[in-house]
């Protein structure tokens, strides 16, 4: 009941299960697509075997788009794997080098079943398709990232394409955050945590018409996605058994740093249409009082109907005080106002093109393709996120806001330049790189 590099408690227990982040942009090489990916299980060391990191089974990995803002999901994207073994009388993952992902030397491997779920029933979309295994090293691996990229399939007629494998863990900030924000001192930024780590993603990119209200994201074009996991529930007096929500995410850091402790598990375990109830903490956060209290930094004043906008309604000039028509789905021509709700969802605005040159700092550096609108793999979230919550969305802010952050700027490795844009897995131990 819990999600995000295992910040709530129970998650930590079960790690399988955890999201770390989630990512939604127009895909900027076929910008008549999106592309949403979403990772699970955090801190994965290179070398853990023997048996590395499948994918949990008996689970639902599920991407969730709600386009008419009311805060239920209208279509639901569901992976499901399995896991086969060729070779018992063995301890290794690979029993030789692995040059394809069908090699007889590929001992432990994994398939999954992908299927769209609306309101209109569920279509198996891929079935049986083959997951790209755990990077084992060079010497198992000589080419990983073929081996990889034969795991990217298509379907829909060619049209739509996804991905399940292991990838460089794309986040990336100095988490010695939670140190008392820094031990009280910026200067000692700029450590990138999460370097050398991998993660488990699966990508997805479809035409937005798939995404948007009624198909036409010309009218209708923002939608809100978040990521969520659900384990296969007991059955109990005497009704049949249900997937149960353990683990979801949105924006980042919002579990991290917006929901106390006493209720992270609670609000993993709620439906964005019932987020009202976490209110409070977006219009009255901690951080600006524990910058206030350490740094100095004078916290804005309260309510804070500006990040109520940033993660709970979407931006737009009906929303609140930012005077932007960005992300609400309020904007989509066919939404009903009267069902709208306030919820946590990752916001896209599906009509917003892509840049050729990027801001890490996406809408408070001047461009509206990134967070919060969507989520880039480049977006300095930890950055973007800090300078919100002290106010950089305000006129009349400290200066000091524009250069609040932790020092981490970028990726420690490049990201692809086509689906599925990921960087390759780590392979060097974490104490070596």
């Known amino acids: 009941m819990a999600s995000s590099h295992r910040e709530a408690p129970l998650i930590a227990d079960t790690p399988k299960l955890d999201n770390t982040d989630l990512y939604a942009f127009v895909s900027p090489d076929a910008p008549n697509t999106a592309t949403i990916i979403a990772n699970w299980q955090p801190f ?21 788009i709600d386009n008419n803002g009311d805060g239920k999901a209208d279509i639901i994207y569901r992976w499901t794997f399995s896991t086969t073994r060729q070779h018992l009388d063995t301890f290794l993952y690979n029993t030789g080098p692995v040059t394809s992902i069908s090699d007889t030397d590929l001992n432990v491997r994994q398939k999954y079943t992908l299927q769209r779920i609306t309101a209109a029933g569920t279509a198996t979309l891929l079935k049986n398709a083959p997951t790209a ?43 010695r955050v939670f140190d008392l924000l820094y031990g009280g001192d910026l200067s000692e930024v700029g450590q990138d945590t999460l370097k050398g780590y991998n993660v488990n993603t699966i990508a997805l990119q479809v035409p937005r018409t798939d995404l948007a209200l009624h198909s036409n994201y010309a009218a ?123 919820a946590e969802e990752l916001r896209l605005n599906l009509r917003v093109p892509p840049t050729g040159s990027p801001n890490r700092l996406g809408v408070i550096g001047g461009d509206l393709a990134g967070f919060p609108n969507g989520r880039r793999l480049t977006d300095d979230v930890l950055d973007i996120t800090v300078q919100a919550a002290e106010g950089v969305l305000q006129s009349g802010q400290p200066a000091a806001v524009d250069t609040l952050g932790d020092g981490v700027d970028a990726n420690d490795h490049p990201f692809e330049t086509e689906f599925p844009y990921i960087a390759w897995p780590n392979m060097q131990s974490v104490n070596q790189s």
């Open 44 to 64: 994965e060391e290179p070398n853990g075997g023997p048996n590395f990191y499948p994918f949990a089974t008996e689970t639902a990995h599920d991407i969730n």
């Open 133 to 175: 295994p755990s990077f084992t090293g060079k010497a198992s691996m000589p080419n990983y990232s073929v081996l990889a990229r034969s795991a990217i399939m298509t379907f829909a007629g060619g049209k739509a394409k996804t991905f399940a494998g292991q990838a460089d863990d794309p986040f990336f900030a100095d988490l």
């Open 220 to 342: 209708n074009p923002v939608i809100g996605i978040w990521s969520t996991t659900s384990r296969y529930g007991a059955s109990m007096s005497g009704k049949p058994a249900t997937w149960q929500q353990v683990s979801r995410l949105g924006n980042p850091l919002v579990n991290e740093a917006v929901i106390p402790l006493g209720r992270k598990n609670e609000f993993n375990a709620t439906k964005p249409q019932d987020d009202a109830k976490f209110l409070p903490y977006v219009s009255t956060p901690e951080l600006p009082k524990l910058m206030s209290a350490i740094y100095h930094i004078p916290a804005p004043a309260k309510p804070r109907n500006d990040l109520i906008e940033v993660f709970l309604t979407g931006v737009c000039k009906a929303c609140g005080p930012v005077q932007a028509d960005l992300n609400s789905q309020k904007l989509n021509r066919d939404v009903k106002a009267s069902a709208f709700k306030p």
